[in-house]
Nanobody
Framework: QVQLVESGGGLVQAGGSLKLSCAAS????????MAWFCQAPGKEREFVAAVTGSSGNTNYADSVKGRFTISRDNAKNTVYLQMISLKPEDTAVYYCAAGLIVGSRSYDYKYTYWGQGTQVTVSS
């Protein structure tokens, strides 16, 4: 069992930055692929970024490439999402997810554990 707790969301102006954190419980954190998804009002949940457990390989949605960076600290059982050059269209609830992923890391159904979400609002 893995429990995930996100933090770091808030209100920021367009062009600003935020750093989200996701703290995980459990002793096998480094075996899980960790990911961030987001869900805007009236829209489906979308993939943002993922990082594998041991090798730290990353992948990103095209809409955030060059602006968002996912990273993890296995010693602290924490995954981060550094967001810069934020746009109003980035406004959403951001969810942290963990899973033992085979193949593509961008499908939400592959992730077993989810956090409660943290709101990110970008004003224009």
């Amino acid at each position: 069992q893995v429990q995930l707790v996100e933090s770091g969301g808030g209100l920021v102006q367009a062009g600003g930055s935020l750093k989200l954190s996701c703290a995980a419980s459990g002793r096998t954190f480094n075996t899980y692929t960790m990911a961030w998804f987001c869900q805007a009002p009236g829209k489906e949940r979308e993939f943002v970024a993922a990082v594998t457990g041991s090798s730290g390989n990353t992948n990103y949605a095209d809409s955030v490439k060059g602006r968002f960076t996912i990273s993890r600290d296995n010693a602290k059982n924490t995954v981060y999402l550094q967001m810069i050059s934020l746009k109003p269209e980035d406004t959403a609830v951001y969810y942290c997810a963990a899973g033992l992923i085979v193949g593509s890391r961008s499908y939400d159904y592959k992730y077993t554990y989810w956090g409660q979400g943290t709101q990110v609002t970008v004003s224009s």
